[in-house]
């Protein structure tokens, strides 16, 4: 089954202890649409500028992305720059250029109209709802940062409450329900809306409530990281891409596609930015769900 | 097979956003005994003062724990004191009282000394270098903290190159290797002597490094922890406790006992002190194994 994608398309400079990478393909949508494209047919919807590089371009069509949804507007792309510190969990933004994103309108082409699963990535919620108005989803799943959560909880909360699937991090859940406590905080994001929580713990792996039950999934051991950025949005994808292929929502799918999920954002911390993950084949994938079988069965 | 184990029996005042708890039966050796003694013979050495109530020592007897090597000294029982941030993972010492703990000179009876297993509670390693020096066990695990990482390295890496497994948490293992990659700092720790590493991570559950292999194990997710006083040596019990039943340190085993020691850790977080894990039933773990089974199966 289909599935399309709203989000951000942009050019991140990134610094971690392991290097540098300038003006690389980035972005919230380009993250999700190269994990969910092993699985399923995949609409992006977004914008770039007239800056944004052709081969980047050529990448999308090469994984068989559906971009007639990714507009291109006069001026430039969005960019995105920070530096990771020596502990990789902990990151400053040194610099957010919104540029054609500041007006970005999102308008869905009809192939993303009617995919049957939506993701809203981590957009202004009145842009979300925007989107929700045009699609005809059957399921739906979200992310937010706390920005949202602390300047537009209204429309935030409103969209919460149509949404199926929130995926979402420890420090926003505290943001949005007051709850340090992630089991409290979970069934409180659950009273709001969306009766399936994910929340991502990074290096600790992921947690998933759906209805009464939960599921822990382990992260990926890695003894290097060398950059974590889009990790959140791989995530979405595979988790995302998992579903649409499986065309289900039941318990067992929904914790094999965190694995899933898992296990491309494990690809994309190996290398700067896209570098691995455009270059994760099929077996890639067969071979590290196995290694999260044996990681976690007892 | 029977466990011998060394460390403090205390009275504890702790302070939570659930309550507060005043000179309650608490220290690393109480909780680890209290759960070991599910699976086997427990040997307890340590050292408490004219003070210690006489029902602790029978809760002790009824829990079949042998106090043989539990030495009445003059003066007063060690006590501590501290108070959790409703962030509960967080909490601040308000008071340590050694007492009688100051001049503890561990002296195994016969059963401790030729307990196979032992597990060395977080005293100062010269005291559990005494210990070892005293007892002929096959396995040895050990607890330490950043007090004696910062300022007994020497007779840390002494020991650290005479046992089998280390119990540490993340902040530890940072302390010890400089690593704040836990997969790093575990591959570290493991150069080190111990060929086992087992990084605790409270609410994130646990690690188990065991040659080359590796293990995660879930936390149960609990929507109120009252009192986390002694998680981890409740948790260091249960997994002492099932590797000396099974008389094995196969990966298989240690894997399960990792569990074990997740399920009894649990309990201990239920309620203030020793009062939920003094009561755990067979049934109640056989219970919450089956939770963990369920929570990370896909």
């Known amino acids: 089954m289909s599935l399309a ?17 300038t003006d690389a393909l980035g972005g919230a949508a380009t993250f999700f649409s190269l994990a969910a494209s092993h699985y399923t047919q995949v609409h992006l919807v977004g914008v770039v500028g007239e800056d944004f590089p052709q081969e980047h371009i050529d990448l999308f069509s090469v994984k068989g992305i559906d971009i007639d949804g990714l507009e291109r507007a006069p001026g430039a792309t969005f960019r995105w720059s920070g530096r990771y510190h020596d502990d990789i969990n902990v990151r400053d933004t040194l610099e957010t ?25 981590n957009i202004h919620p009145a842009l979300q709802l925007e989107v929700l108005r045009q699609a005809r989803p059957e399921f739906v799943a979200l992310d937010t940062m706390n920005l949202w959560i602390d300047t537009t909880r209204k429309e935030l909360e409103e969209i919460l409450a149509k949404i199926d699937c929130l995926i979402i991090n420890d420090e926003e859940i505290f943001e949005l329900t007051g709850e340090r406590n ?7 994001i ?17 947690l998933l409530f759906a209805g009464e039950k939960i599921f822990s999934a382990p992260a990926f051991p890695m003894a290097e990281v060398i950059d974590p950025t889009g990790a959140g949005d791989t995530f979405a994808g595979g988790f995302m891409g998992y579903i649409a292929q499986q065309d289900s929502i039941d318990f067992a799918t929904l914790k094999k596609a965190v694995i899933h999920g898992s296990v491309l954002a494990s690809y994309t911390c190996e290398e700067f930015g896209v570098d691995r993950i455009a270059l994760v084949r099929p077996e ?15």
């Open 190 to 206: 659950q009273d709001m809306g969306p009766s399936i929580v994910a929340p991502k713990k990074g290096e600790h792996g992921c």
């Open 182 to 188: 992630i089991v409290r905080g979970a069934r409180k």
């Open 5 to 21: 994608v709203v989000g951000s398309v942009a050019l991140d400079t990134v610094e971690t202890p392991a290097g540098k990478s």
């Open 97 to 121: 250029q919104l540029n054609v994103f500041e007006n970005f309108k999102p308008k869905l082409p009809d192939a993303a109209k009617n995919a049957k699963y939506l993701f809203l990535g």
């Open 284 to 298: 890639d994938i067969e071979t590290r769900y196995e290694a999260f079988v044996e990681l976690a069965k007892f």
